[in-house]
């Protein structure tokens, strides 16, 4: 069994930050890969337009309106290619927002209700029915859940002496999160990702830990950045093992 070690180094509900250790350039490629394209998101798919009398195509907005992330659980509730139906009828003077949609089930709806669709003026109206289903981002990138899913390597930082009083200061950019020799976690944007902000005196010298990865994933509120995470991880697992059981036959 594979040693891996995992420290956090950010959370919240849409994103964090969070080392892994113990993984080859190929798995934390392979988990970034999963993420994006292995789990499973709602996105309106079909527009069916009752009035549309604003300055704006029926194209135009429905394009607008496939790009709203709607809060998808992952579970046994739903399947690949279900459909949830909703609504929106707003007329002007008035903004329609994403937090105007009315769906037919509680469980899918809009992850943010201040996503502007489209700004109606007097006597204009926009009504419409629509179908959202679930699909994944391998397929089309409206159901990418992770709208932020990257890695870069983890660097250690090390003091090699002192910094020569006639240095001329020239900044040395780096970017991600650094290890210092006492085995601290630091983001760079703590110290404006130059190291000579936060080693004013020292000569350092900076290289890639072996094996460590550090991840930034961010959702876009289909759900919370732990269960895409996981989901990702889950989608691998299952890769594998059915693979492995191919293999056995």
């Known amino acids: 069994m594979a040693d891996y070690d995992v420290a956090f180094i950010e959370r919240d509900d849409r994103r964090a930050r969070f080392l892994v250790r113990g993984v080859t350039p ?13 789990v499973p998101t709602f996105s309106i798919d079909t527009v069916r337009f009752v009035e549309n009398s604003s300055v704006m195509f029926d194209e135009q907005i429905a394009l607008r309106l496939g790009l709203i992330p709607l ?15 909703l609504a929106l009828d707003v007329e002007g003077p008035e903004t329609a927002y994403s937090g105007d949609i009315v769906s037919s089930d509680d469980l899918v709806q809009p992850a ?3 996503v502007p669709i489209m700004d109606l003026k007097d006597g ?18 409206k159901h990418q859940g992770g709208v932020a899913v990257g890695y870069r390597h983890l660097q250690r930082v090390e003091v ?19 290890e210092t020799e006492d085995g601290d976690l630091v983001p760079t944007e703590d110290f404006d990702n130059d190291l000579t902000e936060r080693y004013p ?17 961010e959702s876009d509120g289909s759900f919370d950045v ?15 093992e059915a693979l492995k059981d191919a293999v056995q036959l």
Do not use: C, W
């Open 226 to 240: 732990d269960t895409l995470v996981q989901a990702g991880i889950d989608s691998i697992r299952g890769r594998a």
């Open 71 to 85: 809060t998808t659980p992952l579970g046994d509730e739903f399947e690949e290619d279900d459909v949830v139906t």
């Open 160 to 178: 090699v002496g002192e910094r020569d009083e006639f240095d001329d200061g020239e900044a040395e950019i780096v970017r991600g999160v650094i």
């Open 112 to 114: 943010d209700a201040d």
């Open 26 to 38: 190929a798995f934390a490629n392979g988990i970034r890969r999963a993420m994006i394209a292995d």
């Open 124 to 141: 204009q109206r926009l009504e419409f029915e629509a179908d959202a289903t679930l699909g994944y981002g391998k397929d089309h990138a």
């Open 201 to 217: 005196d020292s000569e350092v010298e900076v290289h890639d830990v072996e094996k460590a990865f550090v991840f930034d994933v």
